[in-house]
């Protein structure tokens, strides 16, 4: 059975339509939490609590999405929900369809096994270096683990950002040519804003070890067909 969702990328961030509310889409976290007491994401409606940990919904404040959106955020989507079920989010349509139980024929198929049974991780190839890149649809930029990477690129400027647990970012930040490695079908390849954020590199990246983060920018462009379950993703 598949049921098909609203689908936005809006303010650099990606969001679902769920009967409940708005709910961003955040594969970078484990967890599933809002305002709402359920989420009825496809065919699965599960409690949800309020937080995760010491995050509510309220800890995106930072990243002032809801002023920028003009309504409140109900709720985050995070991997143990999205795990229910494959999903594609077909970008230039606006619409999620959960359920899809394969990927379209001539995608490109691309490896996204779960780092610590949490978070999807993707080959990539950034400016013909291999790295390997947690695929965290909750960030708007790429993130770097280490600052020395920062120069492969184009100077981009400095952008500022926003964690919910290590708050305020200031960066300076590159452009750089990125290719996603298939195991079948020809690679994906996009330009992605890279920054460097050292709190976030300690406490987080180097213990996943990983060589940063691609956000989602890429995203609307494109149908990707997300299997957690097979750790398996489908660009098209």
């Known amino acids: 059975m598949t ?21 961003f889409v955040d594969t970078g976290s484990p967890v599933t939490f809002g305002r709402t007491g359920t989420a009825t994401y496809g065919a699965t409606q599960l409690p949800i609590p309020r937080r995760c940990g010491p995050l509510e919904v309220g800890a995106l404040h930072g990243l002032h999405l809801e002023e920028q959106l003009g309504r409140p955020i109900d709720g985050l989507i995070g991997m143990d929900l999205m795990s229910t079920a494959p999903v594609l989010w077909d970008g230039p349509a606006g619409e999620a369809v959960v359920g899809q139980d394969a990927p379209e024929a001539g995608s490109s198929l691309i490896s996204a096994p779960l780092v610590l049974d949490a978070v999807p991780m993707i080959e990539t190839v950034v400016e013909g270096r291999p790295m390997r890149m947690i695929f965290d649809t909750g960030a708007q930029y790429g993130y770097m683990t280490e600052r020395s990477n920062l120069a492969m690129g184009n100077n981009a400027g400095s952008f500022d950002d926003f964690h919910p647990i290590l ?43 990983v060589d940063g983060i691609v956000g989602c920018s890429w995203l609307p462009r494109h149908r990707v067909w997300f299997s957690p379950r097979t750790a398996q993703l489908a660009v098209a």
């Open 3 to 23: 049921v098909r969702h609203r689908l936005s990328y809006l303010a650099r961030h990606m969001f679902i339509e769920l009967p409940e509310g708005l709910f």
């Open 167 to 209: 708050k305020e970012i200031r960066t300076e930040s590159i452009h750089a040519d990125v290719a996603l490695v298939a195991t079948h079908g020809e690679s994906i390849r996009f330009t992605e804003r890279f920054g460097h954020d050292e709190p976030l590199s300690e406490a987080i990246l180097r213990k996943l070890d």
